[in-house]
């Protein structure tokens, strides 16, 4: 592999839902409370892929079920950095959520780690 700036990230199948959601505050110029309505374009479905050379270095999968407030009831992410694995899981609702993890090996390959994070940044990024 040679150092030259030629890496790639794509992301690909994006699927997005709307969210509405108030906020409350203080504003001091009308000297009440004001409550505003906002509206969030949030990805409920995405592949990113990593690419250097040309060669596939890791593929993620995202995908996610929330309400129409925007809170999760079921997300699967699984990472692939070959010869990694990486697959995490959230079911359920109210208090009750169910939640796994799982290795097939540890993967050392910092870019996962950064884009399992950084996915709602990365939506983000892209769309603008």
Same mark, same amino acid.
């Given at each position: 592999m040679n150092m030259q700036n030629n890496a790639e990230i794509a992301m690909t199948n994006i699927q997005t839902t709307i969210v509405l959601y108030t906020e409350e505050y203080w504003d001091w110029e009308l000297e009440q409370w004001v409550t505003e /309505?906002?509206?969030?374009e949030v990805p409920t479905n995405c592949k990113i892929t990593e690419k250097v050379d040309g060669a596939t270095l890791a593929t993620i999968n995202y995908n996610s079920t929330i309400t129409e407030n925007g809170f999760p009831t079921a997300?699967?992410?699984s990472a692939d950095v070959p010869p990694y694995n990486?697959?995490? /899981?959230?079911?359920?609702?109210?208090t009750k959520f169910q939640t796994q993890l799982s290795f097939k090996k540890i993967a050392p390959h910092y870019l996962v780690s950064i884009l399992l994070l950084n996915i709602p940044r990365i939506w983000k990024i892209l769309k603008d």
């Open positions: /309505t906002y509206e969030e997300f699967n992410v990486i697959n995490t /899981t959230l079911n359920g609702s109210g």
